[in-house]
């Protein structure tokens, strides 16, 4: 039994972040254990008109290589995934990506709401969901949708947080199975890989 | 928020086809249930009180199609992409026909073909190219028609236009300010003609030397994409190009093949095969 009384039956990982997640990001993506068995799906807000540059800084220390999926490409075991600039990114069912460039929400396209909603609804009881930094309200509604799904639930421990307003806003709307410091979410994460060897 | 279940979508998308002849049955879920959800709420209504709706009241259709699709777009999108479609493919395509045509596949409010026609007015051949612009919404056509835009959307079109380094110092040079609207010189679609046209059930109605069509296909799912693309081929003359968004691929659909990628990071095509 591991200390935070996990199991192999998930099936992917997604991260939410705004202004101040990047270090925890690259912290996590650069100690994630060679061949985590499941899919990282993260919605990071960013510049809107900046195409280039993101995902190659993200990568820079990643152990894996953090693409931009293109509009219905299929979601790989092991893959690190992230929304690209300008564009909404929903997971379908039957695990493939899909793009859309409706109005933005919360003022972000792409909307972490988007992100999380959409994969809570396809991975239900098998997804973790992970929200850092923030100084917007975004990825709130998602949380307590992965939570109503049977997902667990994350934020970074907000006097951790550049700014709190994401995970706060996440732990007012719903149930939140861990608050922790990105270096206790590393350990979780390695700790989740253990159940899959 | 209210939720919908896929039997729910299902029952809609099915109504729509049998009552007025619009197929949504193969959009890609994901967006159409949000826009479905949107619809209801933006109208208060039920799951039952649209179907009702949309079954007793025929003119709520065209408010309905306005709403589904989703009609976001702006001026001197991606503008790597434009600067290619000056430097190299319009002047491959002059090689061969000095005189050309365009398509611009769902073209919502215009924006893409107005910067289509100050590019070719800056580049001095906006006299030599017909285009035809199409959507299946006529509500945004009438938009687009207008070249007329609220002035808040400006500041974007604008930054867009300088990373595109047109050769005006400003797109205000284009359009008139009038109470809170940036009214579009009409002259800039002097050879420009908008239609009411459906991807998925309209006919192929002419053939082109350039097709765009960006942002349109992420709506549909794989299957649709896959017919879409067959009309596509069969409206381009053999050399033709075809763009599509910067984040769609063509690489699972099947007529990939008569197609070469001209330019992977803009998502330029050229049909090289019947
Ligand atoms: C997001 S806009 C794309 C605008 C522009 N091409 C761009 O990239 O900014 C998508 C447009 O596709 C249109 N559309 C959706 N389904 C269509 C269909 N079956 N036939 C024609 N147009 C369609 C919508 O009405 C909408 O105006």
């Known amino acids: 039994m591991s200390k935070f009384n996990l199991n192999n039956s998930y099936k992917a990982v997604v991260i939410g972040g705004s202004a101040g997640s990047f270090q925890g990001v690259v912290k996590i993506l650069s100690q994630l254990p060679k061949g985590f068995p499941l899919p990282i799906i993260m919605c990071l807000h960013r510049l809107k008109h900046v195409r280039n540059g993101f995902v190659e800084a993200l990568s820079i220390k990643s152990v894996v290589q953090v693409t931009e999926p293109y509009d219905k490409e299929n979601i790989k075991k092991g893959g690190v995934y992230l929304a690209p600039a300008n564009y909404h990114m929903s997971v379908e069912l039957g695990n493939y990506f899909a793009l ?12 972490i709401d988007i992100t999380l ?17 923030g100084a917007n309200r975004d990825g709130a509604l998602g949380m307590k949708h992965i939570h109503e799904k049977g997902g667990l639930t994350i934020v970074q421990e907000p006097t951790e947080c550049m700014i709190d307003t994401m995970p706060k806003a996440a732990l007012a709307v719903t149930k939140i199975d861990h608050v922790m410091k990105v270096d206790q979410i590393v350990e979780f994460l390695k700790e989740l890989d253990k159940q899959y060897r | ?10 029952r809609i998308s099915e109504l729509i086809f049998q009552k007025y002849n619009y197929d949504f049955r193969n959009y890609a879920m994901s967006s159409f249930k949000r826009r479905v959800l949107r619809i209801m709420e933006l109208k208060k209504l039920t799951v039952e009180s649209l179907i009702k709706k949309l079954n007793d009241t025929p003119i709520f259709i065209n408010e309905f199609l306005d709403e589904l699709t989703v009609n976001v777009t702006e001026m001197f999108r991606d503008p790597s992409f434009w600067r290619i479609m000056r430097e190299e493919i319009i002047p491959a395509i002059q090689l061969n026909h000095k005189q050309f045509k365009i398509w611009h596949a769902g073209c919502s409010s215009g924006e893409e073909v107005l910067s289509m026609c100050i590019m070719l007015k800056e580049m001095g051949i906006l006299h030599d190219v017909t285009l035809i612009a199409t959507d299946l919404d006529v509500n945004i056509l009438e938009k687009a028609k207008s070249a007329t835009y609220p002035v808040k959307n400006m500041e974007l079109n604008e930054k867009n236009y300088i990373r595109f380094q047109g050769t005006a110092s400003s797109l205000k ?27 998925v059930l309209g006919d192929v109605f002419n053939k082109f030397d350039l097709v765009l069509c960006r942002n349109v296909m992420i709506y549909f799912n794989q299957n649709l994409q896959n ?19 910067s984040k769609e691929s063509l690489i699972w659909c099947d007529y990939a093949n008569r197609f070469i990628v001209v330019n992977n990071e803009e998502k330029i095509y050229k049909k090289i095969k019947d």
């Open chain 1, 100 to 111: 859309s460039t409706e109005e933005m929400i919360n003022n972000s396209r792409p909307a």
């Open chain 1, 117 to 133: 909603g959409t994969t809570a609804y396809v991975y239900r009881d098998k997804l973790i969901g992970i929200l850092l930094s």
């Open chain 2, 1 to 10: 928020m209210q939720d919908i279940d896929i039997a729910d979508l299902k």
């Open chain 2, 173 to 199: 040079d284009y359009y008139k300010e009038d109470s809170g609207y940036a009214v579009f010189d009409k002259n800039l679609f002097m050879n420009v003609s908008f239609r009411k046209h459906d991807l």
């Open chain 2, 227 to 245: 017919e879409v693309l067959k009309k596509f081929h069969e409206s381009l003359f053999k050399y033709g190009y075809l763009a599509i968004g």
